[in-house]
Each structure stands twice: as structure tokens, then as C-alpha cells.
């Protein structure tokens, strides 16, 4: 099994920036880690992922602005995100999936909030 850990939420203003990490621990040969948000009324919705090879893909909404990183001997996961607007807060969520796209552990989420 896998157990998955997020930090690094929190308030932050628009246009600023946070850091979340994952942590992962148990079984933790992983082919892929992925990062997902949930805001309230809305559904879950892929952020980032990448795999340990390092291949990411990101949201068309987060280009540009988000970057996914992965430290394998820290068994981590990061997520940089920057130029935050009010679209981005939301519950972030890191996952475990295996090389067919399917998620078999999930962490328990961080909050992140935009607001002045």
C-alpha cells in the first residue's frame, strides 16, 4: 500500500505563489503521481501529473504558471504554482496511479485559498 501526504496550503494573495508537496511512504515504487483540485459544487479535475521518468502533463489552465516536479529519492512529489488567481482555490489532492492512468492511493488534500 501507499500512503500519500500533502502540505504547503494556505492563504495566499492573488498573483502570489505557494509550493505543495507530497510525500509518498509504504510501497512506494510509483509510475506516475498526479495532483488534482477540488472547488466546492465542482468536480475533481487534474492539475499535473508526472511520471518517474519524469514525462508531465498539465491542465491548459495551469500552463505556464504551474510547474510539477518529482524528487524519487525523497519519494515526492512538488507542485509549484504561481500567478494563483480565484479559479485556483480549491482542495488539492496528490494521487498514486500505475502506467495505465488508474489512481490507486490518494492523499488527503490541502486547502488553497486566493484572496486579498
Known amino acids: 500500500q501507499v500512503q500519500l501526504v500533502e502540505s504547503g496550503g494556505g492563504l495566499v494573495q492573488p498573483g502570489g505563489s505557494l509550493r505543495l508537496s507530497c510525500v509518498a511512504s509504504g510501497r512506494i515504487f510509483i509510475y506516475a503521481m498526479g495532483w488534482y483540485r477540488q472547488a466546492p459544487g465542482k468536480q475533481r479535475e487534474l492539475v499535473a501529473s508526472?511520471?518517474?521518468?519524469?514525462?508531465?502533463k498539465y491542465a491548459d489552465s495551469v500552463k505556464g504558471r504551474f510547474t510539477v516536479s518529482r524528487d524519487n529519492a525523497k519519494n515526492t512529489v512538488y507542485l509549484q504554482m504561481n500567478s494563483l488567481n480565484a479559479e485556483d482555490a480549491a482542495v488539492y489532492y496528490c494521487?498514486?496511479?500505475?502506467?495505465?492512468?488508474?489512481?490507486?492511493?490518494w492523499g488527503q488534500g490541502t486547502q488553497v485559498t486566493v484572496s486579498s
Open positions: 508526472i511520471t518517474r521518468g519524469g514525462s508531465t
Open positions: 494521487n498514486a496511479e500505475d502506467p495505465y492512468g488508474s489512481a490507486y492511493a
